[in-house]
Nanobody, 129 residues
């Protein structure tokens, strides 16, 4: 049974940092693209960042580039999202998701499409003073 469990969310002041984790189980982790997505109230879901199977290719949405860093540890089946210089507009529920690389698609294209088969329950990130 595929399972993705996010952790690390919380309340942080503007300019602060958080590190999200996504622990995976029930599938061959190293064969899957992993993505972080977020959804704020009243807004569409956004692909924040995605990482290739071995971690060599990453994609970031323009809104987070330079502030967020995605990484993965295939030895422990875990993906991380390091978030720095957080802004109030980063407030959202953050989800991790897993999908095999689709034929003809880049990591960026998959992140933008957001058509991932397996999703976690999400973790709330609130940036407020």
């Amino acid at each position: 049974q595929v399972q993705l469990v996010e952790s690390g969310g919380g309340l942080v002041q503007p300019g602060g940092s958080l590190r999200l984790s996504c622990a995976a189980s029930g599938f061959i982790f190293e064969n899957y693209i992993i993505g972080w997505f977020r959804q704020a109230p009243g807004k569409e879901r956004e692909g924040v960042s995605c990482i290739s199977t071995k971690g060599g290719i990453t994609y970031y949405a323009t809104s987070v580039k330079g502030r967020f860093t995605i990484s993965r540890d295939n030895a422990t089946d875990t993906v991380y999202l390091e978030m720095k210089s957080l802004k109030p507009e980063d407030t959202a529920v953050y989800y991790c998701a897993a999908e095999r690389l689709k034929s003809g698609y880049s990591v960026q294209a998959m992140c933008n499409l957001g058509d991932f088969a397996s999703w976690g329950q999400g973790t709330q990130v609130t940036v407020s003073s």
